[in-house]
């Protein structure tokens, strides 16, 4: 078993802080899947809203893991996408989503 680092030495707490929250997970989760608009990823993601959605994409562009294009169109078009970087976070994704499935049962009914 790995022995994590005290919390002087954690290297995972800026990436924990830059993914953290509700929402950035799924969003790139949606951009795993394919380049998006934002109103795509609004309805992909549900119950998020505009201004939410806004701010969560924007603080993942400043932490490096997603791009946005603007195509200066009438009207606008933007599309996301993922980073180098932010398809580097795939494989953290597939060993969530593998750990999850282990864990189903657990996770519908903790007790």
């Keep these: 078993m790995t022995t994590l680092e005290s919390k002087e030495n954690c290297?995972?707490?800026?990436?924990i802080e830059a993914i953290s929250g509700k929402w950035k997970l799924l969003i790139v989760y949606?951009?795993?899947q394919e380049t998006s608009r934002f109103n795509q990823l609004q309805r992909n993601l549900g119950s998020i809203t505009?201004?939410?959605l806004t701010r969560q994409l924007s603080e993942l562009q400043e932490a490096g893991f997603v791009s946005?294009?603007?195509?200066?169109t009438i009207p606008p078009h933007v599309e996301y996408s993922l980073t180098p970087l932010g398809?580097?976070?795939i494989p953290l994704l597939q060993a969530m989503h593998?750990?999850?499935?282990?864990n189903a049962d657990l996770l519908?009914?903790?007790k």
Excluded: N
Aim: aromatic share 12%; proline share 7%.
């Design 11 to 15: 290297l995972i707490e800026p990436l």
């Design 30 to 32: 949606w951009l795993v």
């Design 50 to 52: 505009h201004r939410t």
């Design 68 to 72: 946005r294009k603007d195509f200066k």
């Design 87 to 89: 398809q580097s976070l």
């Design 98 to 102: 593998d750990w999850a499935a282990s």
């Design 108 to 110: 519908r009914d903790p």
